[in-house]
């Protein structure tokens, strides 16, 4: 059996409610579940322990962080959790402060993660369309990727020595929603780079 932490990075605003992103995590922990992994969840805008909140991210085998991209990044109350609860756990539990040493502290910055067996799936809801991405004719992104986008929240796990799982994304869900697709790929996704992998 695996364990499973969710964390739903939405924090309420005046354009959304967070119903997506409540709902995905609601349908990955009944995935999660019919396939017997044990599952833990934590909502960031609702109030948490940090203590607690670093013992999950121990306990957890995979971490999916389901988050709306708010303004081309995490949102300000998932920054807020990430600032207590990585800081929190930085004399070990989930990294050695930043892994260097004094003789030579000029190489290995980023490597004293103590989560080294465990994975993360960033789960992502955004506004941009899907076309928006990876095509350099594209004025916005310039030609970059979801990842590339994110490269700084993938260096925040890796930070703690996790791996990174494919990551997951509903574009357009403001102008061009396609929920009931975006759930059937979500499930699909689970299932090839999760459940079954």
């Known amino acids: 059996m695996?364990?499973?932490?969710?964390?739903?990075?939405f924090q309420p605003n005046p354009f959304s409610?967070?119903?997506?992103?409540?709902s995905l995590v609601e349908k990955a922990k009944q995935q999660f579940e019919a396939n017997n992994f044990e599952v833990k969840t934590t909502i960031v805008s609702e109030d948490y322990a940090i203590e607690e909140e670093v013992d999950k991210h121990i306990w957890a085998d995979i971490i999916v962080l389901q988050?709306?991209?708010n303004w081309m990044g995490i949102t300000w109350g998932y920054k807020k959790y990430m600032d207590e609860v990585f800081t929190s756990g930085m004399t070990g539990k989930l990294c050695l402060y930043d892994g260097r040493n004094e003789e030579d502290p000029q190489i290995n910055y980023g490597t004293g993660g103590s989560l080294k067996d465990s994975k993360y799936m960033l789960s992502l809801t955004f506004n941009a369309p899907e076309g928006a991405f990876n095509n350099e004719e594209e004025y916005l992104?310039?030609?970059?990727s979801v990842d590339d986008l994110f490269f700084p929240q993938h260096m925040n796990f890796r930070f703690l020595g996790m791996t990174a799982l494919p990551t997951f994304v509903c574009y357009d869900v403001w102008k061009n929603p396609t929920i009931e697709e975006d759930f059937k790929r979500?499930?699909?996704h689970l299932n090839e780079y999760v459940i079954n992998n």
């Open 17 to 22: 409610e967070g119903k997506l992103n409540a």
């Open 67 to 69: 988050t709306p991209v």
């Open 141 to 144: 992104f310039q030609g970059k």
């Open 186 to 188: 979500y499930e699909k």
């Open 2 to 9: 695996k364990n499973v932490l969710i964390i739903n990075g």
